[in-house]
């Protein structure tokens, strides 16, 4: 008998995003982070929250909050829409008054949050 082979599942989108984040179950740190995400040098963010569930390879489902000026809003959005992922999923909260000054972006693969 022959050995059957199956072929190797190429990763996409989010989860090619997160492809080396959730080893052994560690906690990454923010630089692994912000390499995963690979948003532009330009754009200056910070990472409010950060969660992972599930177990690798299968599927992994993750949701996290960036905060980001609204200058840079339109790169944030223009760079997860350029992956052309259906599942993921985008809320955008701007905040100030009387000028929106920042926007908090809570992005998920699981498609849009309800």
């Known amino acids: 008998m022959g050995t ?3 072929p190797q599942r190429q990763l996409r989108g989010s989860q090619k ?6 080893k052994n179950q560690d906690a990454p740190s923010i630089e692994e982070i912000r390499k995963a995400i690979a948003l532009p040098a330009a754009v200056d963010y910070k990472v409010l929250n950060w ?5 690798p ?4 489902e993750w949701e996290t909050t960036l905060q980001v000026s609204t200058a840079n809003l339109a790169t944030v959005v223009n760079h997860f829409v350029a992956l052309n992922d259906s599942t993921i999923g ?7 008054i009387p000028i929106p000054d920042i926007a908090n972006i809570t992005i998920t693969n699981g498609g849009p949050a309800e």
């Open 17 to 22: 995003l997160l492809e080396g984040l959730a």
């Open 57 to 60: 390879p299968a599927y992994l």
């Open 90 to 96: 985008l809320r955008i909260l701007t905040n100030g």
């Open 4 to 6: 059957s082979q199956v």
């Open 51 to 55: 969660l992972i569930r599930g177990i």
